[in-house]
């Protein structure tokens, strides 16, 4: 069984359309993290969320962390071929690991 | 970038052989990991060191060991390679104290036939 589940796993839309990728879990996590993976590469960090509640921006991207700091959203406004990828949240317990979920492969068509 | 090199990017092996897969970093961090990803799994841990000489495994151990001399290296070894270990490789760093935040190596991908 996944310890963070994302939904959906496969997203292919139109450019311009908005677009939310969800990270569940029923574990508490005292950071979760958003990265983002381009084909033949590692994964980059996109966000860090700490606080439940917490909302971060970056440009068209909005990240919620949950009140019971259990779940979070990745929101992408507007969305643009570039934002295609695979997108990983990953939680931190509080020791010096991460645990991920399977990922969201996101397609914005032109 | 944070400066973490992969070698070999691509290697194609045979069921039985043993295969080292070499992680090398110029950040000096604590922490490395090594992580293998598969369709529909995301990355899943497979061993992480949080030290030279110290060690620990992760979800996905079985059939792997490592082993830190260096800060700077971590080595990963499949000691008698399976078809079930054919995927993508990759470590990671984290500097730890309070920052979690891990840095990817480019991967490497490994076919046992």
């Known amino acids: 069984t996944q310890l963070l589940e994302q939904s959906p796993q496969f997203l292919s839309i139109q450019e311009g359309e908005n677009l939310t990728v969800y990270c569940n879990s029923s574990s508490v996590f005292s950071s979760l993290q958003w990265y983002r993976q381009e084909p033949g590469e590692g994964p980059v960090l996109l966000v860090t969320v700490v606080t439940g509640g917490e909302v971060k921006k970056l440009k068209r991207l909005t990240f919620q962390f949950g009140d019971a700091r259990k779940d979070s959203s990745l929101h992408i406004t507007a969305a643009q071929p570039g934002d295609t990828g695979l997108y990983l949240c990953a939680g931190n317990q509080g020791a010096q690991k991460l645990v991920f979920g399977q990922g969201t492969r996101l397609t914005i068509n032109p | 970038d944070a400066g973490i090199t992969q070698s070999p990017r691509h290697k194609v092996t045979e069921t039985g052989t043993p295969v080292t897969l070499r992680c090398h970093q110029t950040?000096?961090?604590?922490?490395m990991y090594w992580y293998r990803q598969d369709p529909g799994h995301g990355l899943r841990l497979i061993h992480y060191s949080y030290g030279v000489k110290d060690t620990d495994k992760g979800e996905v151990s079985d059939g792997y060991s490592v082993s830190r001399s260096k800060t700077e290296d971590f080595l990963l070894t499949l000691e008698s390679a399976t078809s079930s270990q054919t995927s993508v490789y990759f470590c990671?760093?984290?500097?730890?104290?309070?920052?979690?935040?891990?840095?990817f190596g480019p991967g490497t991908r490994l076919l046992v036939l």
């Open positions: 990671a760093i984290s500097p730890g104290q309070g920052q979690w935040t891990q840095y």
């Open positions: 950040e000096n961090h604590r922490y």
